[in-house]
């Protein structure tokens, strides 16, 4: 049996159906996938039922398995996440409440993950979406002037958890994480360029006048964050999404903080280095 793959909006983002994704899956599916993954850089895989080591199983066709970072060596499931505002769980959570700012995963670390999944155990009635942008079609609208520009800056990308995630940092802590980046990613697989900052987490770029860096910084904000580079997931019961952390950022609407929302999220290394 094949796979349907549909497309979600101009921006990014497929629907994947025709599979389930609680048994293994086979050579010609997988290149299927990964074919529209590369294509559409965020995958959803409605109506699914899997277990931990079935979402895990899942992960181990494109990599390794990241451990997540913030957690206890002994911990009993090393790879799994609870994205939740559900307190009473017996593994890793994280995550406020509420709304989120775009912003790649772990790129304040030196290897940031290559995609993540997160599986929709439990859903808000209202909120809580989120909003993927396609970082690559971004990169490429720009003129030929701006690419030029951009050719061969780093930033500095941090972020502190103890702060709120809908405002940038006034001071930055030089005890929490940060890395610094090409300000253009060549993606690993695909050759394509894609802008490689965000709003939450880039601060500045390195060896430019802050004045300078902040007008680059907030004109690739606004540019990537135009309508047309996104699409807004709303988020059903069993949806398994997969996004490609390497060209794609995401963010989170508010939710009610009284509303119940469960994400378990497994992610992927990526055993390559982020290069320009
Ligand atoms: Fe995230």
Same mark, same amino acid.
């Given at each position: 049996?094949?796979?349907?793959?549909?497309?979600?909006?101009?921006?990014?983002?497929?629907?994947?159906?025709?599979?389930?994704?609680?048994?293994?899956?086979?050579?010609?599916?997988?290149? @299927?996938?990964?074919? #529209?993954?590369?294509?559409?850089?965020?995958?959803?895989?409605?109506?699914?039922?899997?277990? @931990?080591?079935?979402?895990?199983?899942? %992960?181990?066709?494109?990599?390794?398995?990241?451990?997540?970072?913030?957690?206890?060596?002994?911990?009993? /499931?090393?790879?799994?996440?609870?994205?939740?505002?559900?307190?009473?769980?017996?593994?890793?959570?994280?995550?406020?409440?509420?709304?989120?700012?775009?912003?790649?995963?772990? %790129?304040?670390?030196?290897?940031? %993950?290559?995609?993540?999944?997160?599986? #929709?155990?439990?859903?808000?009635?209202?909120?809580?979406?989120?909003?993927?942008?396609? %970082? /690559?079609?971004?990169?490429?609208?720009?003129?030929?002037?701006?690419?030029?520009?951009?050719?061969?800056?780093?930033?500095?990308?941090?972020?502190?958890?103890?702060?709120?995630?809908?405002?940038?940092?006034?001071?930055?802590?030089?005890?929490?994480?940060?890395?610094?980046?090409?300000?253009?990613? /060549?993606?690993?697989?695909?050759?394509?360029? #894609?802008?490689?900052?965000?709003?939450?987490?880039?601060?500045?770029?390195?060896?430019?006048?802050?004045?300078?860096?902040?007008?680059?910084?907030?004109?690739?904000?606004?540019?990537?964050?135009?309508?047309?580079?996104?699409?807004?997931?709303?988020?059903?019961?069993?949806?398994?999404?997969?996004?490609?952390?390497?060209?794609?950022?995401?963010?989170?609407?508010?939710?009610?903080?009284?509303?119940?929302?469960?994400?378990?999220?497994?992610?992927?290394?990526?055993?390559?280095?982020?290069?320009?």
């Amino acid at each position: 049996m094949s796979i349907i793959v549909t497309p979600l909006s101009d921006a990014l983002g497929a629907a994947v159906t025709g599979i389930d994704l609680s048994q293994p899956v086979n050579e010609q599916t997988l290149s @299927d996938i990964k074919q #529209a993954w590369y294509e559409h850089v965020i995958l959803v895989f409605p109506n699914q039922d899997i277990s @931990d080591e079935e979402q895990e199983n899942f %992960c181990l066709n494109f990599g390794e398995l990241e451990r997540v970072r913030t957690i206890d060596a002994g911990s009993e /499931t090393p790879h799994v996440m609870m994205i939740t505002n559900v307190k009473e769980l017996d593994k890793p959570t994280a995550l406020p409440d509420g709304e989120m700012m775009f912003h790649y995963d772990q %790129c304040y670390y030196e290897q940031p %993950c290559m995609g993540a999944t997160l599986y #929709a155990i439990e859903i808000p009635d209202v909120g809580g979406n989120t909003l993927f942008a396609n %970082c /690559t079609k971004a990169y490429e609208a720009l003129s030929h002037d701006w690419k030029q520009r951009l050719d061969g800056l780093r930033a500095l990308n941090y972020y502190d958890y103890g702060l709120t995630p809908t405002m940038r940092p006034e001071e930055m802590n030089p005890d929490v994480p940060q890395w610094t980046h090409p300000v253009v990613r /060549t993606h690993s697989e695909t050759g394509r360029k #894609a802008i490689y900052v965000s709003r939450l987490m880039s601060m500045r770029i390195e060896g430019l006048p802050e004045e300078e860096s902040n007008e680059i910084l907030n004109f690739l904000f606004d540019q990537m964050e135009k309508p047309e580079y996104i699409y807004e997931h709303v988020w059903s019961k069993g949806d398994l999404m997969m996004w490609d952390n390497r060209c794609s950022v995401h963010a989170r609407t508010h939710f009610s903080p009284n509303a119940r929302r469960m994400m378990r999220r497994v992610t992927v290394r990526d055993p390559k280095p982020v290069a320009a």
